[in-house]
């Protein structure tokens, strides 16, 4: 059973970067694809990315594709997601999440969740 935390959001500018970190434990990191997503105050959780056990292959909402990137290090059982060109919009709790077999965007398919990282975009 994936116990998953994440770490890196605070406060930033519009343009800024971030990195988001999610470290995994008590489970084989390696054996899960991994997903991103985020929830606005008010609004629902939404995907932002993926990417499957290898880090082959990978996956983006079109609101972030081409700002953001996602990968792992299955080494130090951590995926990352490097946000550029932040906006407003992108303002949210971002969580990491683990599931066994291939990639989705769909949150019901995920089976393990961590507790968010807060990331504020100011204008």
């Known amino acids: 059973q994936a116990h998953l935390v994440e770490s890196g959001g605070e406060s930033v500018q519009a343009g800024g970067s971030l990195r988001l970190s999610c470290a995994a434990s008590g489970g084989t990191f390696s054996y899960y694809s991994m997903g991103w997503f985020r929830q606005a105050p008010g609004k629902e959780r939404e995907f932002v990315a993926s990417i499957n056990w290898r880090g082959t292959l990978t996956s983006y909402a079109n609101s972030v594709k081409g700002r953001f990137t996602i990968s792992r290090d299955n080494i130090k059982s951590t995926m990352y997601l490097g946000m550029n060109s932040l906006k407003p919009e992108d303002t949210a709790v971002y969580y990491c999440?683990?599931?066994?077999?291939?990639?989705?965007?769909?949150?019901?398919?995920?089976?393990?969740w961590g507790q968010g990282t807060q990331v504020t975009v100011s204008s």
């Open positions: 999440a683990a599931k066994e077999g291939g990639t989705s965007s769909s949150i019901s398919e995920y089976d393990y």
